[in-house]
């Protein structure tokens, strides 16, 4: 092989036999891109395009994730735009590029998040505690996502030889996997961007409908009909699902499996735990009275109740997490010990080998913990430098301990459990800075940014070990991913903390028309009570805690399980729709090209779903902040009209995800 140092056009688009199955003795792993050729990587296109991607999907995951609670991942339609783009555009060496714009661009998903599960929570406890004196500022957002993210990747370098060449196929990376199948059929592109671009404007225009013009309700209920409204009245029992295409896009991606999994532990709160309180339970009011939670509507049961044993198990999935990867912490830390030397034996002659060298990731590290220094003693925290010193070492050692967990569960089964891990660290490091003499309202702030920084750190760590699992199959520099990265984290947090504070003023993230922020609120539900002395709901985190244990004991995923439990019904259940959708799409033929053929587009069509919905919601809320007010009459909306017309829209949605899907063959895929 010539060993050029001029960039080559790329000829071979198909990757190795040996790919995603575990090399056998003496066999290697040769890339698509030959790592002793130079190949076009960071230019303007592939900067521009990438940070372009950043902005736009930093504003869509926030709003869907504050909006519904569940985050989509941007590296899959991020790739998809980036390919088509190339095709239009007739770039020579795509696969290079597109691999670099959808790494800077994915930055976007794992920032949101990191600020979206934790910083909101500040804006939730001034909403239903305005006697709290609490100041939050716009760069208090933006400075714990930046640094949190600087420090996720910074942690995770050393680790990447680990997981992405050690451990081939030993890992399935399933969302790696599929984004880098995407960047690979690339001659298939431009139609590819096009059914994105179609369904994206279907979803976005569905949704914009719905919830700006509010042409059909939001959420189809039992509620809608008078038994329906006595069953819940009398029996605590309803059924609720929310119309959006974001939901039910998100439930097809998730797959019926674990969207199964998630419904089943909302129907155990919302169908079991819940009419059996309204039944035998019953509570002290203010004033010391029993009040039977028979006369309680079950909305108000589940979210001062139920949810709780959620938090419980969500916390403890979290610890489990930690403990099994124990191992892997400590294999993963002796390979970081020894990257100087194997970079200096061959990073030097084989540009896929190379990262940033070791003495610059400490530098940056040094770099990055004064930064988290400077910003607790100068950031308007009121933090003393017992207490400053007190909250770095806690967002070093959570950060670093977890960031190998997040990597391996993202390698496993393409999620990460960082809101498990993030309550946790949530829950000890208020104990610890409450040790030290912080508490009250600063003490809320600054828990909630240390929280904010770990999380952002561990969302980091997930999301971007897929990027360099997706640069090393196919060959891309990796230094040259590590170093973007950075740029795209710094649009992303920026993006973020803009979003976060529109969300907060146009809706709010507490009332009847405000967002769910389910991950916020129950950060907020922990720490108020921590650093305030007030009444903490130990048994039924306790509960919580006992039940993962079982499901983890039985083989159920407990913090999907857990996360079906805390998050409400209506958000819950279609995932359960798209979930049967998808299983149901890539199953009827016998013929399983065919079935893979379908499977493939109909991800096509949910991302764009997804994405489009997700959009325009930020279209939506910023018209509302600009006082642009639509919508139809009370009259219409309180007819039976309204209600109908939800019910007809999400089957004809629905509808048209399965007949655009079963129409794909396999020459398509």
Request: contains cysteine.
């Amino acid at each position: 092989m010539s060993n050029s140092t001029e960039p080559i056009e790329e000829t071979v688009t198909q990757l190795p036999e040996n790919a995603y199955r575990e090399l056998k003795d003496g066999e290697t792993y040769e890339p698509i891109l030959h790592p002793k050729k130079k190949y076009p990587e960071l230019n303007a296109w592939t900067i521009v395009g990438g940070l372009l991607m950043a902005i736009v999907f930093s504003a869509a995951t926030a709003y869907a994730g504050l909006r519904f609670g569940q985050v989509f991942e941007a590296a899959i339609p991020i790739a998809i735009i980036a390919v088509g783009a190339s095709t239009l555009a007739k770039r020579k060496s795509p696969l290079s590029e597109n691999v670099i714009i959808q790494s800077i661009g994915a930055s976007s998903g794992v920032i949101v998040a990191g600020a979206i599960f934790t910083l909101p929570a500040i804006y939730i406890i001034q909403e239903t505690n305005p006697e709290i004196q609490m100041e939050v500022h716009f760069f208090q957002i933006f400075l714990a996502s930046l640094l949190g993210g600087f420090l996720g990747i910074l942690f995770l370098i050393p680790f990447r030889k680990y997981f992405v060449s050690d451990m081939h196929g030993k890992y399935p990376f399933p969302e790696a996997t599929a984004t880098t199948e995407i960047l690979v059929s690339g001659a298939r592109g431009g139609s590819q961007a096009k059914l994105l671009l179609l369904s994206g404007l279907i979803g976005g225009l569905y949704d914009f409908l719905m919830t700006t013009f509010h042409l059909w309700a939001e959420n189809i209920s039992t509620r809608m009909t008078a038994w329906g409204e006595q069953l819940a009245s009398n029996h605590k029992f309803l059924f609720k699902m929310n119309a959006s295409s974001i939901l039910l896009g998100t439930g097809y991606l998730i797959g019926l499996k674990y969207a199964a999994i998630i419904c089943a532990g909302s129907f155990l709160s919302w169908w079991f735990i819940l009419p059996l309180l309204g039944e035998f339970g019953s509570i002290t009011d203010a004033e010391g009275m029993l009040v039977s939670m028979s006369s309680l509507d079950p909305e108000f049961i589940f979210s001062n109740y139920i949810r709780y044993i959620g938090i419980g198990g969500i916390a403890m999935a979290g610890l489990l997490g930690v403990i099994k990867s124990s191992k892997v912490i400590k294999t993963s830390l002796g390979v970081a010990l020894k990257v100087g030397k194997s970079q200096a034996e061959d990073g030097g002659t084989l540009r896929t080998r190379r990262d940033i060298p070791m003495r610059i990731l400490l530098l940056g590290l040094v770099a990055v913990l004064a930064l988290i220094f400077g910003f607790f003693l100068l950031g308007g925290l009121q933090m003393n430098l017992k207490q400053v010193i007190v909250g770095v070492l806690v967002v070093f050692v959570f950060a670093f301990l977890f960031t190998t967990v997040a990597a391996t569960a993202i390698a496993t089964v393409g999620t990460n459990p960082v809101s498990g891990m993030t309550m946790m660290t949530l829950i000890l490091a208020s104990f610890i800075l409450s040790a030290v003499g912080l508490q009250g309202g600063s003490g809320i702030i600054t828990a909630l940014i240390v929280g904010g920084i770990v999380c952002s750190a561990l969302a980091m760590a997930g999301g971007f070990i897929t990027d360099l699992k997706i640069g090393y199959w196919i060959g891309s520099s990796p230094y040259k991913q590590q170093s973007f990265k950075f740029i795209g984290t710094l649009v992303s947090a920026l993006t973020v903390g803009a979003v976060i504070m529109l969300l907060s003023k146009t809706y709010g993230y507490t009332g009847e028309d405000a967002l769910a922020a389910p991950q916020a609120n129950a950060m907020a539900a922990i720490i108020k009570p921590l650093m305030f002395g007030g009444s903490t709901p130990w048994m039924l985190y306790i509960i919580g805690a006992i039940l993962a244990i079982v499901l983890d004991c039985i083989g159920v995923p407990a913090l999907a399980f857990s996360l079906g439990m805390f998050i409400p019904l209506q958000l819950n259940t279609p995932l359960l729709v798209g979930g049967f959708l998808s299983w149901l799409i890539g199953s009827r033929s016998k013929d399983e090209k065919v079935n893979k053929a379908r499977k493939d587009k109909g991800t096509l069509l949910a991302s764009g779903l997804l994405a489009g919905g997700a959009i325009m919601g930020v279209v939506s809320a910023i018209m509302k902040l600009c006082g642009i007010e639509a919508g139809m009459p009370a009259s219409y909306m309180d007819g039976s009209l309204f209600n109908v017309l939800s019910i007809v829209m999400f089957v004809l949605l629905c509808a048209y995800l399965v007949w655009d899907s079963l129409r794909a063959k396999p020459a398509e895929a």
